[in-house]
């Protein structure tokens, strides 16, 4: 069974930085597309970005306009969302997850697995 382990969440100040990474288990990572959501309080979960196996095909929410960067190293098994100038509406809890799929999907539903989330809270 796949296993998804998100870490790198936190307490940042608006304007900084921070990286969050996604450990998967239990399945052979260059088989999925993986992706990246947020939920903010009260919010429904959002699609931020995803990319597929190779890292050739990116897709970003608009709202990241530049700002976050999602990448993933297959050697490592563990994909990454580089986060920079962080505004207060960026404070969510951040999911990674995993899709069976060649094409990276944005719709939630398209994703097989996620993790258990990563509070991310940035102060004004």
């Known amino acids: 069974q796949v296993r998804l382990v998100e870490s790198g969440g936190g307490l940042v100040q608006t304007g900084g930085s921070l990286r969050l990474s996604c450990a998967f288990s239990?399945?052979?990572?260059?088989?999925?597309?993986m992706g990246w959501f947020r939920q903010a309080p009260g919010k429904e979960r959002e699609f931020v970005s995803a990319?597929?196996?190779?890292?050739?095909?990116?897709r970003h929410a608009d709202f990241v306009k530049g700002r976050f960067t999602i990448s993933r190293d297959n050697a490592k098994c563990t994909e990454y969302l580089h986060m920079a100038n962080l505004r207060p509406d960026d404070t969510a809890v951040y999911y990674c997850?995993?899709?069976?799929?060649?094409?990276?999907?944005?719709?939630?539903?398209?994703?097989?697995?996620w993790g258990q989330g990563t509070q991310v809270t940035v102060s004004s």
């Open positions: 997850a995993a899709s069976h799929t060649v094409i990276p999907p944005v719709p939630a539903g398209g994703y097989d697995f």
């Open positions: 239990g399945g052979s990572f260059t088989n999925y597309a």
């Open positions: 990319i597929d196996w190779s890292g050739s095909n990116i």
